[in-house]
Every structure is written in C-alpha cells, then in structure tokens.
C-alpha cells in the first residue's frame, strides 16, 4: 500500500502492471474523472482506485486531486485535461459529450452570495487627511484601514462605542453572532465530549 505522498508521486512509480511515467499518473487522472463523471461519491471513488491500482487511496485524497485538478460538475460542455497523449495533438477519441453530469476542468465554483454589507466610511480630518497611529485618541474607532506596511494605513477614528476599541458599525463587523445552529452544535460537541471522559 502506498500513502499520500507516494500517492502524488505515482507519475513515476511502475504500478502493479500499468505503465511507467507521466502515462501512469494520467491513466489514473483519467480514471479518476471518468469515477466522478459517473457520479460516484469520495468513498466510492477512493475503494475503486483502491482496488484497481492496488494503492491505498483514501476519500481525502480524492477530494485533493478534485481540487488540485478544479474539477467541478457542470451541465455544459467538457474541457478534458488530457485531451492530447502524447503531447502532439493525438487525441483520445471518446465522446464525452452525451453525460449526464459533466464534468469541466478550472471551472469556477459559484460564489456564496453575500448580504450586502454596508459600507463604513473612515472619519477625516479638516484637510481630508486619515486618522493614523500618531493622531488616534483613545474616543475613536481602532478599526484598522489597510495594510501596516504601506504609506496609505490609516484608522476608522470615528466616536467609538461604549466597552469596545470600535464604531458601532465596526463592532458589528467585528463581533458577528453566530448562526443559531452552529453554536447549537458547539454546544453539543462540548457536552458530548464532557460525557464520555
């Protein structure tokens, strides 16, 4: 059995009959995405390459390889990864146009929408200027603005809220409440784990 950085190197190890080089690495890519085409789960995938290879192969290292690979499902055409074998144009001849779920190769994943978050304007001075680390008093807002490393950082300095170093728009951003069913399960990770010692 091989482990994971065994496992990444396999382009140039002789695999239980399959061939040497980059050819070895590729037929396992290929097997691996023609598994994720046929709409197998991390498990299923890592027990048939597993079996096929003679490699230990674990549902993580199935989900590294998708990502290191940008393998995404998509319902439109396909961008296959090893369209050319030997690197001068031949290619591999399988339709891979009539799947159901197809698969594209550095397609992004869509984004989570966010709310709109309001935007917190910076306090100026008279002259328009920032509020920085030798101007700032202990009423404003420390909410730092950029990065310490370049001549543009500067603070909110806006009137700050009672107990807090913030703005009360910073304080919010600042101190998110968490989802009701996340902290649900935080408590009860905590009192399963208080049970069992």
């Given at each position: 059995m091989m482990d994971r950085s065994e496992f990444n190197r396999l382009g140039n190890q002789h695999l239980s009959g399959v061939e040497r080089g980059p050819f070895a690495k590729k037929k396992i890519h290929e097997r691996f995405l023609n598994l994720v085409w046929g709409k197998n789960g991390r498990s299923q995938i890592?027990?048939?390459?597993?079996?096929e290879f003679r490699l230990r192969i674990t549902p993580s290292m199935v989900s590294g390889t998708r990502e290191r690979l940008k393998c995404y499902f998509k319902n439109a055409g396909v961008e296959w990864p090893f369209s050319k074998v030997n690197g001068e144009g031949e290619s591999h001849g399988r339709s891979r146009q009539n799947l159901a779920a197809v698969l594209t190769v550095g397609s992004k994943l869509p984004q989570r929408v966010k709310p709109d978050e309001e935007e917190i304007k910076p306090q100026t001075g008279d002259g328009?200027?920032?509020v920085t680390l030798l101007t700032i008093n202990d009423r404003m807002?420390?909410?730092?603005?950029?990065?310490?490393?370049?001549?543009?950082?500067?603070?909110c300095g806006k009137k700050r809220e009672k107990d807090s170093s913030y703005c009360e728009g910073h304080t919010r951003k600042a101190y998110k409440q968490r989802e009701p069913r996340l902290r649900a399960k935080r408590v009860g990770a905590v009192v399963m784990t208080t049970n069992f010692r």
């Open positions: 890592a027990k048939i390459l597993s079996d328009g200027e920032f807002c420390r909410w730092p603005i950029g990065d310490p490393a370049e001549s543009g950082f500067h603070f």
